[in-house]
């Protein structure tokens, strides 16, 4: 196996119509991927795959809505029965509204804003690891955040708590599955340029680019870039590992 090489793997990627997910549909696609795009955004997904197609690509999508169990399952089942396994799971859902003191973040605030973010990616990596054991093969990559790395108080409390725990839940499943030929990684960007971050941070977003050691926010496709390299072959030494890709706004 070619080591750069993921044609004619099949990817799925929950959170794949827009942002970071869609950069990485198109990113997996010009690879030579098949691409399986789930998400709960029915009209962006069905418009990313005629893309991907339009551009050569081979692509599904499926509405699905990743803290949901039965979903995810009967999703990544379709795609079992059109491609017959999976070999790259990247989770790309989540997010967050607001970032309010701790006062105002009530119990179902929490909630879900943790279900969102950390069981949103527990959910899909639970519906693919029986299809890569039995392959003996898989790349797993969840994105968290700059914000579960270091403090930053444009995040909510809860997506910095279950960002934060997107790399523990990794390390930990890393090392159960790495004798599967398995590996288990995160990517934690910086502020990057997507629909969503688009309106939540309208005002300030001079702030934000001066903020950053580069002097601009990042580019989705360069979160693709840091996710592809995970998704290789030649990756199979790095797993646990969580990847920063911020433009040096945090470096440990
Ligand atoms: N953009 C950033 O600055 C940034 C920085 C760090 C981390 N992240 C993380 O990267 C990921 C993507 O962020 P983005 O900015 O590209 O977001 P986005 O809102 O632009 O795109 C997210 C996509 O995921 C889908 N989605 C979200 N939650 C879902 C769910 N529970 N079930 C099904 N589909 C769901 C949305 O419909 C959308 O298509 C998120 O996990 C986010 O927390 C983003």
């Known amino acids: 196996?070619?080591?750069?090489?993921?044609?004619?793997?099949?990817?799925?990627?929950?959170?794949?119509?827009?942002?970071?997910?869609?950069?990485?549909?198109?990113?997996?696609?010009?690879?030579?991927?098949?691409?399986?795009?789930?998400?709960?955004?029915?009209?962006?997904?069905?418009?990313?795959?005629?893309?991907?197609?339009?551009?050569?690509?081979?692509?599904?999508f499926t509405p699905a809505e990743c803290t949901s169990e039965s979903e995810m399952e009967t999703a990544i089942a379709e795609v079992i029965k059109?491609?017959?396994?999976?070999?790259i799971l990247a989770n790309c859902a989540g997010g967050f509204h607001s970032a309010p003191p701790i006062e105002e973040v009530n119990a179902s605030k929490w909630s879900h804003g943790i279900e969102w973010n950390l069981s949103g990616v527990y959910i899909p990596i639970r519906a693919v690891v029986p299809t890569m054991k039995s392959n003996?093969?898989?790349?797993?990559?969840?994105?968290?955040?700059?914000?579960?790395r270091t403090a930053a108080l444009i995040a909510s409390i809860d997506y910095s708590a279950a960002k934060a725990a997107v790399g523990g839940l990794s390390r930990r499943l890393a090392i159960e599955l790495a004798p599967h030929g398995i590996t288990v990684n995160t990517v934690a960007p910086g502020t990057v340029m997507t629909p969503r971050i688009a309106v939540l941070h309208s005002s300030r977003m001079n702030q934000l680019e001066s903020a950053m050691p580069v002097g601009r926010l990042g580019k989705p496709e360069e979160i693709a870039?840091?996710?592809?390299?995970?998704?290789?072959?030649?990756?199979?030494?790095?797993?646990?590992?969580?990847?920063?890709?911020?433009?040096?706004?945090?470096?440990?």
């Open 1 to 60: 196996m070619e080591i750069s090489s993921i044609r004619d793997q099949i990817a799925v990627i929950p959170g794949g119509a827009a942002g970071i997910g869609l950069a990485c549909a198109q990113r997996y696609s010009a690879e030579g991927a098949k691409v399986a795009i789930l998400d709960r955004d029915q009209e962006n997904g069905v418009a990313a795959v005629a893309a991907l197609e339009e551009n050569g690509g081979t692509a599904m």
């Open 82 to 87: 059109k491609w017959g396994k999976v070999d």
């Open 225 to 252: 870039h840091a996710v592809w390299y995970l998704s290789t072959p030649g990756a199979a030494f790095t797993t646990g590992a969580t990847l920063d890709v911020n433009g040096g706004s945090w470096t440990g």
């Open 136 to 148: 003996k093969y898989g790349r797993i990559i969840s994105i968290g955040s700059a914000a579960g």
